[in-house]
C-alpha cells in the first residue's frame, strides 16, 4: 500500500508539475517579491479586473526614482528595464507605463503573459518560459498603482546595492 502511495504522490506530482511551479513562484514571491506575486495570483486566479496595487516599496525602486526626474507633469511614457536593475520591480511590471498628474503618480501596466513559448523570465540561474502560468485559465488585466510624488524619496539602498553587484 506505501508502494502505491508513492507512486501515485509522484505521478500526481509529475503531471501537475507547471502547476506546482507556479503555485510556488506565488508563495515564495508572496514573502521576497510581494507586487510579483500579487500580480502573478490575480492573473491566474482573478477575474479580469483592475487590480490596485499598495504598495510602499514601488515609489523607492530606483527605475521609478530614475524616471521621476525627468517625467514632467502630464507626461506618460513606456518604461522597460533589465531584471538587474530591479528585480523585485522587474518580476512585477516590465515593462511599465508611468504618468505624472501633478503630484500624483500612475503607474500601469496590461497585463497578458506571452503564450508563445518565446519569452522566458531569468530566476537566478533557471529561465522559466512565461506561458508556464496557462496551466490555470489566465486571465488579462490591468495592473494600477498610483502614489504621490515626493522628490526627496531615495531609492531603495539594498536594490542599488543589488543591481550595482548583478551588473
Known amino acids: 500500500m506505501k508502494k502505491v502511495f508513492i507512486i501515485v ?22 514573502i521576497f517579491f ?9 492573473y491566474c486566479f482573478g477575474d479580469g ?3 490596485y496595487v499598495e504598495s510602499d516599496y514601488i515609489k523607492t525602486s530606483p527605475v521609478v526614482i530614475n524616471e521621476l526626474k525627468t517625467l514632467k507633469d502630464g507626461e506618460k511614457r513606456r518604461v522597460g528595464m533589465r531584471q ?12 511599465f507605463n508611468i504618468e ?6 500612475i503607474i500601469t501596466q496590461w497585463m ?16 522559466i518560459k512565461d506561458n508556464i502560468v496557462h496551466v490555470f485559465e489566465c486571465k488579462p488585466y490591468l495592473f494600477y498603482h498610483e502614489f504621490e ?10 536594490i542599488v546595492f543589488l543591481s550595482k553587484s548583478t551588473n
Open 9 to 30: 504522490a509522484i505521478g500526481l506530482c509529475v503531471f501537475n508539475i507547471k502547476k506546482i511551479i507556479v503555485l510556488g513562484m506565488i508563495g515564495v514571491g508572496a
Open 34 to 42: 510581494p507586487e510579483a506575486s500579487s500580480a502573478l495570483s490575480h
Open 49 to 51: 479586473d483592475t487590480l
Open 84 to 95: 538587474s536593475e530591479d528585480w523585485r520591480l522587474s518580476f512585477a511590471i516590465n515593462p
Open 100 to 105: 505624472r498628474k501633478g503630484n500624483k503618480i
Open 112 to 127: 497578458q503573459f506571452d503564450t508563445t513559448n518565446n519569452v522566458a523570465t531569468q530566476f537566478g540561474p533557471i529561465k
Open 149 to 158: 510624488y515626493d522628490e526627496n524619496v531615495k531609492p531603495n539602498e539594498f
